[in-house]
T-cell receptor
Framework: DTGVSQDPRHKITKRGQNVTFRCDPI?????LYWYRQTLGQGPEFLTY????????KSRLLSDRFSAERPKGSFSTLEIQRTEQGDSAMYLC????????????????FGQGTRLTVV | GQQVMQIPQYQHVQEGEDFTTYCNSS?????IQWYKQRPGGHPVFLIQ?????EVKKQKRLTFQFGEAKKNSSLHITATQTTDVGTYFC????????????FGGGTRLMVKP
């Protein structure tokens, strides 16, 4: 499978627990994005990486959220001390920006991790 | 901050009828993208528009980018049940490919 994969697909956790999600982008893609989507809304940007460097973080991202992409391949998103308001679908997407002269920023999304905080 | 609004939020149509969703940005965009998300699925890229006034067609789908690069529309001719899903526009401000600002989406339901 050459698409973006995310693990787990579903996660139920108790309030206050920590959770970690994983995203494996398309292998040749150098950019990786995290978005959050709640029911009936469009995806909201959280953060993105160019290779292993985290280049931008949304103001929406509280200190309880941290993301890494240590080797420029897969990425993890950790939420500490989860709250009920964190319940959402967490989407990962990747793009290929090697050919930067071409405006070709199509984002390939994974299936998402649905988090439920009880 | 930048906001992207979409109307309508929902649209029910009879199969064979046309459908249009409209997207408006509070700021000028470098490009706009459209995605489709089926129920229970993830967003799937449809198209990207870059030039002012650009019109692109994909079979029964017609996409337009406004002259001021602040609005866009997606029109589907003669809807089919396979068109069911939520259509999102997503704007990019600076061509750097660093983030997309999504609209709230228009959920299309098609009655056979």
């Amino acid at each position: 499978d050459t698409g973006v994969s995310q693990d787990p697909r579903h996660k139920i956790t108790k309030r206050g627990q920590n959770v970690t999600f994983r995203c494996d982008p398309i292998s040749e893609h150098n950019r990786l994005y995290w978005y959050r989507q709640t029911l009936g809304q469009g995806p909201e940007f959280l953060t993105y990486f160019q290779n292993e460097a985290q280049l931008e973080k949304s103001r929406l991202l509280s200190d309880r959220f941290s993301a890494e992409r240590p080797k420029g391949s897969f990425s993890t998103l950790e939420i500490q001390r989860t709250e009920q308001g964190d319940s959402a679908m967490y989407l990962c997407a990747s793009t290929n920006h090697i050919l930067t002269l071409v405006l070709d920023t199509e984002a390939f999304f994974g299936q998402g991790t649905r988090l439920t905080v009880v | 901050g930048q906001q992207v609004m979409q109307i309508p939020q929902y649209q029910h149509v009879q199969e064979g009828e046309d459908f249009t969703t409209y997207c408006n940005s509070s700021t000028t965009l470098s490009n706009i993208q459209w995605y489709k998300q089926r129920p229970g699925g993830h967003p799937v890229f449809l198209i990207q528009l870059v030039k002012s006034g650009e019109v692109k067609k994909q079979k029964r789908l017609t996409f337009q980018f406004g002259e001021a690069k602040k609005n866009s529309s997606l029109h589907i001719t003669a809807t089919q049940t396979t068109d069911v899903g939520t259509y999102f526009c997503a704007g990019e401000v600076n061509n750097a490919g660093n983030m997309l600002t999504f609209g709230g989406g228009t959920r299309l339901m098609v009655k056979p």
